[in-house]
């Protein structure tokens, strides 16, 4: 245990393949991704991590991850984002993995979405066209 890790948060992603029909549903998605929804074998990933897990000595469970990448940690607003920076009207923007990562760890370990600090080099995206 190079790093010292004794627990590992997974995100329980049952039920997303829920809803996929494309009658039902106000966003209508494509055929295909229905189909990838539909297909995923969600138990596969989880099973082989915990086999290794347990075989180094550490722990894996499962958490909710509902909200956690809608949810500004500072006031209770939810919206999608579709750009790589999430911004909320209250002030508050972060970069959506960082923000989708942090509300995640904030919920599994305090319980709660809350404002956590990190503080990380900004990120410049470079685009080949």
């Given at each position: 245990?190079?790093?010292?890790?004794?627990?590992?948060?997974?995100?329980?992603?049952?039920?997303?393949?829920?809803?996929?029909?494309?009658?039902?549903?106000?966003?209508?998605?494509?055929?295909t991704t229905n189909r990838k929804l539909s297909n995923w074998s969600f138990g596969k990933v989880y099973a082989y991590l915990k086999y290794k897990m347990e075989a180094e000595g550490m722990k894996i469970d499962k958490h909710d991850e509902s909200f956690t990448t809608q949810q500004c940690p500072c006031c209770p607003r939810r919206r999608k984002e579709s750009s790589r920076i999430y911004t909320c009207t209250c002030g508050y923007s972060n970069h959506r993995d960082i923000h989708g990562a942090s509300n995640f760890?904030?919920?599994?370990?305090?319980?709660?979405?809350?404002?956590?600090?990190?503080?990380?080099?900004?990120?410049?995206?470079?685009?080949i066209a």
């Open positions: 245990m190079e790093n010292e890790v004794i627990e590992v948060a997974f995100g329980d992603v049952d039920g997303v393949q829920r809803n996929t029909s494309r009658l039902k549903k106000k966003k209508v998605r494509r055929r760890f904030a919920k599994t370990f305090y319980g709660e979405i809350r404002v956590l600090d990190f503080s990380l080099k900004p990120t410049k995206y470079l685009r």
